[in-house]
């Protein structure tokens, strides 16, 4: 089992950064895959970045590309999701993920999921 607890997100405005940390707990390993989704209002949950489990390879959705940087500290079992010039439709719930068995641009194949954290950018 694997439990995952997301942090730093925020309200800022147009242009701005965050940094969303997710720390991992449960299993003594650190290897497995871990991303990042999210969902806004209405809409389903959306694939926004991953990262294997050296950190070798990132993996972006085409909307985030260029703006946002995701990274892993397996030392301190913890993701990071860095992002940067935010526009307002980046406004959402962010969520950890960890472990996909699967397609890992599909919120089906994630085994492990955190409680999420607001992400809301003003115009």
């Known amino acids: 089992q694997v439990q995952l607890v997301e942090s730093g997100g925020g309200l800022v405005q147009t242009g701005g950064s965050l940094r969303l940390s997710c720390a991992a707990s449960g299993r003594t390993d650190s290897n497995y895959p871990m991303g990042w989704f999210r969902q806004a209002p209405g809409k389903e949950r959306e694939f926004v970045a991953a990262?294997?489990?050296?950190?070798?390879?990132?993996f972006y959705a085409d909307s985030v590309k260029g703006r946002f940087t995701i990274s892993r500290d397996n030392a301190k079992n913890t993701v990071y999701l860095q992002m940067n010039s935010l526009k307002p439709e980046d406004t959402a719930v962010y969520y950890c993920?960890?472990?996909?068995?699967?397609?890992?641009?599909?919120?089906?194949?994630?085994?492990?999921w955190g409680q999420g954290t607001q992400v809301t950018v003003s115009s």
């Open positions: 990262i294997t489990w050296s950190g070798a390879s990132t």
């Open positions: 993920a960890a472990d996909p068995e699967g397609d890992y641009t599909s919120s089906f194949y994630w085994g492990y």
